[in-house]
């Protein structure tokens, strides 16, 4: 059973850092792409990050390019998210998630290219 756990969630005020890393188990984690996703309340769980298997490509939505940063630890099945220059509209729900393994890497803003994803954590940036 593949399971994923985010950590690193909390209450930052604006202009701060936070850190979220993702570990994985039941799965070989270093074969496999990950993605990291938000949800805002009342809006559709958006992309944010991913990363190939290798970390040999990073990818990152508009709203947060030059902010965050994608990393992984194949070694621990660890893939992170160093966020930095929080601003308000970045509170929301963050989500992990290991894409397709037998699709090709380049639909990874696509929520729907994931196949598991983990409960999410929150951050919440104040003004």
């Known amino acids: 059973q593949v399971q994923l756990a985010e950590f690193g969630g909390g209450l930052v005020q604006a202009g701060g850092s936070l850190r979220l890393s993702c570990t994985t188990s039941?799965?070989?984690?270093?074969?496999?792409?990950m993605g990291w996703f938000r949800q805002a309340p009342g809006k559709e769980r958006a992309f944010v990050s991913a990363i190939s298997w290798n970390g040999a490509e990073t990818f990152y939505a508009e709203p947060v390019k030059g902010r965050f940063i994608i990393s992984r630890e194949n070694n621990k099945n660890t893939v992170y998210l160093q966020m930095n220059s929080l601003k308000p509209d970045d509170t929301a729900n963050y989500y992990c998630?290991?894409?397709?393994?037998?699709?090709?890497?380049?639909?990874?803003?696509?929520?729907?290219?994931?196949?598991?994803w983990g409960q999410g954590t929150q951050v919440t940036v104040s003004s």
């Open positions: 039941g799965r070989t984690f270093s074969i496999y792409a």
């Open positions: 998630a290991i894409y397709g393994p037998t699709l090709p890497f380049d639909r990874y803003s696509e929520a729907s290219m994931y196949e598991y």
